[in-house]
């Protein structure tokens, strides 16, 4: 494999690179210097030229976001979006942890591009450490003039401020963050109106996650054009990809969105091949939500467009889970189900009731009473959840589907072998349970 210079993670491993003054060492807030000599609409550009996917999981082009905001508005926020609930995404917060100041670039720049007057860093509860090093990092940055009243003597201001969350996976879609910062319960919003027109406070609002906004300030500083010389068409710039499991070397590593998910695991230069002689069995290559590969499709490219050929969602946080051979896929099928029915925020009813069906399912078939027909109740249950066929507020209903549907589909021959070789009479006594 070619070799790569990494730009997200570059100061991973400098001494005390959570500091201002190691970040200014390494040429941080040169970006946000020049950007404020630039125009919003000349910053705004640039980041549309450099088609800037989010990264958040849906991947839609961060510029095109921005310019949906109405130009009459007299008010806008920004909302970082640094939940990372998606199992078992950590790139946020290594950037958070290591590098806070390359995400509070990134705030300054995409809040001038879009004339933000406040940004709300949504944290996730559990982030104990990536909290108090962020805050300690916008603390700096205030006292510097970089954040506050008259940045850098521009005559931009901004205010930023971190809101912990209550640790509930909905939160991670926008609107569902905005009603959480609102001090409401987590339930996504219907759109339209959408975020961009009616958002945080009713106000015009535009949502990034940490990962997208970490690219702004290399976009500015070195240009469209180098952004666009990684990866390939569609799919440029740098990412950040997470590999864990029985791997040699689970974390978090950088590189174009053109390795596959075999490089992931395989590659020296990230998870270096599977511990102990186990084999691959199965993959969810962008956390769970995206769905499930099997050990002959590892040649699945992690980038937007390749894994929707292997009956995935999406890339999702590129956050790949690797299971071996010696894991059984019923467990598999039940964890999944169980965390999608414990996280649904039970505002749509068929994914409230779906959910929750599909987990005593799959609990059932776990526990040696399942039957051949659900199987073919689980795939027909996924059919009728989710955004996609129209049916739910938000997308939770769809990342709760892709993987119970690849799973059950993928590996259907091992659960029927499991349900041939259960003990006779069990399926009976369970449904006599249940009733």
Known sequence: MADYEPVLLRNVGVENSHTLEVYRAQGGYQALAKALKMTP?????????????????????????????????????????????????????????????????????????TQAQAAYVYLRIEFHEPFHILQKAIDEAYAAGLLGKNILDSGYSLDCYIHRGAGAYVCGEETGLIESIEGKRGYPRIKPPFPAVEGLFRRPTVVNNVETLCNVPHIIERGADWFKSIGSEGNF????????????????????????????????????????????????????????????????????????????????????????NSIDIRTVLRNVAR????????????????????????????????????????????????????????????????????????????????????????VEAALAVAN
């Open 41 to 113: 609409d000349e910053v705004q550009e640039e980041v549309r030229d450099a088609t800037l996917r989010g990264r958040g999981g849906a991947g839609f082009p961060a510029g095109v976001k921005w310019s949906f905001l109405p130009k009459d508005r007299t008010h806008t926020y920004l909302c970082v979006n640094g939940d990372e609930s998606e199992p078992p995404t950590f790139s946020n917060r290594v950037v958070m942890e290591k590098d806070p100041h390359q995400l509070i670039e990134g705030i300054i720049i995409s809040g001038y591009a």
């Open 339 to 426: 965390f999608f029915a414990l996280e649904s925020c039970g505002q749509c009813t068929q994914c409230r009731e779906g959910t929750s069906w599909m987990y005593k399912i799959a609990t059932r078939i776990e526990q040696g009473a399942g039957r051949i027909e659900d199987l073919d109740l689980l795939i027909e249950t996924t059919g009728n959840l989710g955004m996609m066929p129209g049916l739910s507020i938000c997308g939770l209903s769809d990342g709760a589907v892709f993987p119970i549907r690849t799973i059950v589909q993928k590996f259907r021959a091992e659960f029927e072998e499991h349900i041939r070789n259960q003990e006779p009479g069990c």
């Open 237 to 324: 710039g740098p990412k950040l990809f997470c590999v864990c499991g029985p791997v040699n070397r689970p974390g978090c590593y950088e590189g174009p969105m053109t390795i596959t998910l075999g490089d992931l695991i395989y590659d020296n230069k990230y998870g270096q091949g599977m511990r102990d002689g186990k084999e691959v069995k199965a993959v969810f290559p962008g956390g769970i939500s995206m769905g499930v590969v099997t050990t002959d499709e590892l040649d699945m490219v992690m980038d937007f467009t390749d894994p929707a050929e292997y009956g995935l969602l999406g890339i999702g946080t590129a956050a790949a889970v690797v299971i071996d």
